[in-house]
């Protein structure tokens, strides 16, 4: 239990001293704690269910550590639980996160027409996620227009493109007739 303990304190020290003096090797220790946290001894007992907390902290050291696509696959899991203490907020950071990752992809010539197809798959999945969790709020409609941007970076799907730019319309002017 001491040494439960002492791991977690570690990576949660850590990542707070790299908060504030910005110091990388603190991210690394903080990456290496929180990692085997999560698989020595939240693999074996999470009565406290804290799975998705923890994943949720080391999702932040990899964006902090410019991993957006670990970050993302983090992210993703977070979701996944289901927690209703995390899933909205891991869901906008799974799509900055892919946001990033196709960023990073394109500008470093890596991206790969399997890569491109997975992550816009994801990124989709993510945006849908949070247009349906945030609603009419700015996050929800802007997931719903990154969507549309990225389907309509596809010339097959154009149609699709379409007609989520109509379903977005709708709302739009249904926000305004009702006096948002």
């Known amino acids: 239990k001491n040494l439960r303990v002492l791991v977690r304190k570690t990576a949660v020290d850590s990542h707070e001293n790299f908060r504030k003096t910005q110091n990388k090797n603190s991210l690394a220790i903080a ?5 085997v946290y999560l698989n020595q001894f939240l693999a074996k007992d999470d009565e406290k269910k804290e799975i998705p907390e923890i994943q949720m902290y080391l999702a932040e050291v990899k964006r902090d550590q410019g991993k957006p696509s670990d970050a993302a696959f983090l992210y993703k899991q977070v979701i996944r639980s289901k927690d209703e203490r995390y899933a909205k907020q891991a869901a906008a ?7 990033e990752t196709i960023a990073k992809a394109k500008s470093g010539g890596e991206a790969t027409k399997t890569l491109d197809a997975s992550i816009e798959k994801d990124f989709i999945e993510a945006s849908d996620y949070v247009a349906d969790n945030f609603g009419t709020k700015t ?3 802007q997931a719903r227009l990154n969507v549309i941007v990225a389907i309509a970076g596809n010339p097959k799907r154009f149609d699709e493109a379409e007609g989520r730019i109509t379903k977005l319309i709708e709302r739009i002017m249904h926000l305004l007739v009702i006096g948002l």
């Open 139 to 141: 996050e929800g409609l």
């Open 31 to 35: 990456e290496n704690f929180y990692t």
């Open 93 to 99: 950071f799974w799509m900055n996160s892919l946001g």
